[in-house]
């Protein structure tokens, strides 16, 4: 649902008048009185913007805006505010929502700003927030990470990932890649276990994250919802915007007791609408889908899961939301989940952003739905991390070096052995 402007008494007390508007297809003209009530019956309150007492020569003989002024206006620099006569303030107006596709074609409405977002929570109140969390199976945070921080994190990921020319373990593969960066300068193929990044190359950046991740605000958000402290078992940075597919966590990690575990997306700038979004369906928690094994392994069958994925959003027509997170927000959903990322259609904006996934600290760790895989675990700062193939193991930076040697023949044996285990 979204929340509906109502206006301020101080708004409905502004005299009528003369009052130029523009439109955001920047048609110009005036408009008086009862023709602005009019007007804005067709419209809504975001949709329009006011300018108060246009310069003189702001508007030619035509009632049209010069281009200075229309340049001004579009790029914010006019006095420009979303203020009505009276007439046009009575009841509520809805805001105009972002309009992109969903992952199975569907036209969707998104919010451009905070204002326009449904439910959400600051650290005040995370009783309630646990509540939404379990009756939707996602919840919007404000405010978990220090503003500075999320701007350090970002300096850091520029300074080391974006120069460095070797192999990363990357997050869509699992595999080690060098950078693929777009025409923008972003990296494209988001990273997968900060924590387990070498300390040579990599130690801002890392430090920065394991920061962020054992942070006061991530430890009770982590020990409201589990009732015990949790520990951490994956992590990744995006960038660039990959795409994400629709799925459930739970098909490929979990606590031992499916759907237990959760998961934090970070936003470390403010996240614009059209720079690939993420995105959740709302009590799609409830929904038991086919277990990753036989016709639908992740080895050799991942392509007939993403497929049944948006099978089931299509045919029960599902809701996609995707908030609009402010630097420093935090969305955490369940392991059940469906979640991904929308497509692009504003590359010039990044999506910078961390993710962290949890369990109980008491649970055991489960990898693809079959195999009870035991945990490199390190503590930072008072919580428990798995380090998988850390950097900062001579085993681990002689597997990296087989890997990228022979990627195919590691890869295909790396599908064989995963195919054993979840037959």
Known sequence: MTEEYRATDAELERPLGKVAFIDPDHEFGTSVGKNTAKLL??????????VDSPPNGAMNKSNKFSDEVRERAVR???????????????????????????????????????????????????????RYYEENGYVVVRGVVDQALCDSIRSAFEKTVKP?????????????EKNRINEYGFVMNSLLNLQSLNDVEFAPLKKLAIKTFSSTPVKDI????????GKLVQSMYFEGNSETWPHQDTY???????????????????IDAGAGRFFVVPRSHRIDMVKNGKNFDVAFNHGQYKELVKKILSEQQLEFRAPFLQKGDVLIWNAKTIHGSLRTTRPQFSRSSLTSHFIPASHRFLQFQSKIKPLNLREFDGMLFHCPKDMERLSSRVVLGIETTFPKTFQMAKKLAIKAVVK
């Open 76 to 130: 914010g620099q006019a006095n420009v505010f979303p203020t009505f006569p009276p007439a046009a303030l009575a009841g509520t107006l809805r805001p105009i929502m972002y309009k992109i596709l969903s992952p199975i074609g569907t036209e969707i409405e998104i919010p451009e700003n905070a204002a326009q977002n449904s439910t959400t929570f600051d650290l005040t109140d995370l009783p309630a927030a646990k």
């Open 41 to 50: 019956k067709r419209t809504t309150l975001n949709s329009w913007r006011q």
């Open 222 to 229: 982590t020990r409201e919802i589990f009732a015990e402290d």
């Open 252 to 270: 490929y990690l979990d606590s031992e007791r499916i759907g237990t575990m959760l998961a934090c997306w970070y936003a470390l700038e403010d």
């Open 164 to 176: 460095y020319p070797g192999y990363i373990y990357r997050q869509a593969t699992a595999n080690p």
